[in-house]
C-alpha cells in the first residue's frame, strides 16, 4: 500500500506570495491533519480533516486555510507569506480521526517551504 | 488548553537502557502516541496507549498513567540507529479533539 504522498517535497517562495500545498492520504484513510514543523516550535498543529469537514484547527492566523475533497485528498493554502512562514509543513492521514488505534497518524515527507 | 512536556536531550550508551518522560495536560483524553523522528526524515508511529499500564513491542515498551498525567517510552538494549527526536502526542475531548505534538526529545547514543 502507498504511503502518504506530499508536493511539492520543495517550494522557494517570496514575501506576499501565496502558496498552495497538497497531500494524498494512504488509500483507505479518511482524516487528513496538517502540521508545521520548525526546529524551536517543533510540530505545531494546523488543521485536521475527515469527510471533507474541518473538524479542528490550530492557532494559525486565517491566511492558513485547508480543503479537503471526496477522494480524501488535501491541500493546504497559505496567502500573504511571511518570512516566519518558512518551514516543513507535514501532512498525516488516519483510518479513522477520532480515539483508539485507529487514529494513528501516518506522515507523508513533507513539504519544505522557503520564504525569501 | 493541550500542553504537553518532555525532556529537550538525552544521552545514552549503546546496549544500555534509556526512559523519557511526557507529561501531558489535555482537555479529556482520547490516547496517547510515540513518535520517532531521524534527521531530515519524517516522523513513524511507535506506539499507542490509551488504558493505563505499559505497552511492550520489542525493545520498546510505553507506559500511561492517566490519573498523573504521564506517559513514558523505554529503549532497551539501546543500538546507534536509535538515535533519533521522539516525540509525545496526545489528543484530547471537545476543543482538544486533535492531536498536538510535544517538542520532541533529541535521544543521542554513544558507542
Known amino acids: 500500500k502507498a504511503g502518504v504522498t506530499q508536493t511539492p517535497r520543495y517550494l522557494i517562495k517570496t514575501r506576499g506570495q501565496q502558496v498552495t500545498l497538497s497531500c494524498s492520504p494512504i488509500?483507505?484513510?479518511?482524516?487528513v491533519s496538517w502540521y508545521q514543523q520548525t526546529p524551536g516550535q517543533g510540530l505545531q498543529f494546523l488543521f485536521e480533516y475527515f469527510s471533507e469537514t474541518q473538524r479542528n484547527k490550530g492557532n494559525f492566523p486565517g491566511r492558513f486555510s485547508g480543503r479537503q475533497f471526496s477522494n480524501s485528498r488535501s491541500e493546504m493554502n497559505v496567502s500573504t507569506l511571511e518570512l516566519g512562514d518558512s518551514a516543513l509543513y507535514l501532512c498525516?492521514?488516519?483510518?479513522?480521526?477520532?480515539?483508539?488505534?485507529?487514529?494513528?497518524?501516518?506522515f507523508g515527507p513533507g513539504t519544505r517551504l522557503t520564504v525569501l | 488548553g493541550q500542553n504537553i512536556d518532555q525532556p529537550t536531550e538525552m544521552t545514552a550508551t549503546e546496549g544500555a537502557i534509556v526512559q523519557i518522560n511526557c507529561t501531558y495536560q489535555?482537555?479529556?483524553?482520547?490516547?496517547l502516541f510515540w513518535y520517532q523522528q531521524h534527521a531530515g526524515e519524517a516522523p513513524t508511529f511507535l506506539s499507542y496507549?490509551?488504558?493505563?499500564g505499559l505497552e511492550e513491542k520489542g525493545r520498546f515498551s510505553s507506559f500511561l498513567s492517566r490519573s498523573k498525567g504521564y506517559s513514558y517510552l523505554l529503549l532497551k538494549e539501546l543500538q546507534m540507529k536509535d538515535s533519533a527526536s521522539y516525540l509525545c502526542?496526545?489528543?484530547?475531548?471537545?476543543?482538544?479533539?486533535?492531536?498536538?505534538f510535544g517538542k520532541g526529545t533529541r535521544l543521542h547514543i554513544l558507542p
Open positions: 502526542a496526545v489528543r484530547g475531548e471537545g476543543r482538544d479533539d486533535k492531536i498536538i
Open positions: 498525516a492521514s488516519s483510518l479513522e480521526g477520532t480515539s483508539g488505534i485507529a487514529d494513528t497518524q501516518y
Open positions: 496507549n490509551v488504558l493505563d
Open positions: 488509500s483507505g484513510h479518511r482524516s
Open positions: 489535555t482537555s479529556g483524553f482520547n490516547g
